[in-house]
């Protein structure tokens, strides 16, 4: 997971990841401005600042379920907030007990379909944007719903 920040559109677009030691349910983020990410207006572009989250809460998941589960992202929105003039830091966070309800919905054979919040801060603290994925959680071996 470490080598998350040489994927190429992380690469071209500056997003750099961190995995804070002995916390598999954490994820840090962050993404300067540069004049490759840069938008028609000097600030950060929409779509990096989106590209920046896509998989960070799939990831969590599947390190802290195990080989038995899928995960896929099912929809995501984001609310722009303030325009991004700076770095930009989201921090993903799954808690023990919300990784541990999923997982009993999903050994059930549950429709699981856990919804998560991001938020997109600027280094002065100022809330960027809000990012809400609905993910798709099931055991490898229970029937599709």
């Given at each position: 997971?470490?080598?998350?920040?040489?994927?190429?559109?992380?690469?071209?677009?500056?997003?750099?990841?961190?995995?804070?030691?002995?916390?598999?349910?954490?994820?840090?983020?962050?993404?300067?401005?540069?004049?490759?990410?840069?938008?028609?207006?000097?600030?950060?572009?929409?779509?990096?600042?989106?590209?920046?989250?896509?998989?960070?809460?799939?990831?969590?998941?599947?390190?802290?379920?195990?080989?038995?589960?899928v995960?896929?992202?099912?929809?995501?929105?984001?609310?722009?907030?303030?325009?991004?003039?700076?770095?930009?830091?989201?921090?993903?966070?799954?808690?023990?007990?919300?990784?541990?309800?999923?997982?009993?919905?999903?050994?059930?054979?549950?429709?699981?379909?856990?919804?998560?919040?991001?938020?997109?801060?600027?280094?002065?603290?100022?809330?960027?944007?809000?990012?809400?994925?609905?993910?798709?959680?099931?055991?490898?071996?229970s029937?599709?719903?």
């Amino acid at each position: 997971m470490r080598l998350v920040s040489f994927y190429p559109p992380y690469l071209g677009a500056g997003v750099r990841v961190t995995h804070p030691k002995d916390d598999a349910y954490r994820i840090v983020v962050r993404m300067a401005l540069r004049w490759w990410n840069k938008n028609l207006f000097g600030t950060q572009f929409g779509g990096s600042l989106y590209s920046m989250c896509d998989p960070h809460f799939v990831f969590i998941l599947l390190r802290n379920l195990g080989p038995g589960y899928v995960v896929w992202n099912k929809s995501a929105e984001i609310e722009f907030l303030r325009p991004g003039r700076g770095r930009v830091t989201a921090t993903f966070h799954v808690p023990p007990e919300k990784i541990a309800e999923i997982r009993a919905g999903a050994d059930r054979g549950e429709k699981v379909e856990p919804m998560l919040v991001v938020e997109i801060v600027a280094d002065d603290g100022s809330l960027v944007a809000r990012v809400t994925e609905t993910l798709w959680v099931r055991k490898k071996d229970s029937p599709r719903t």
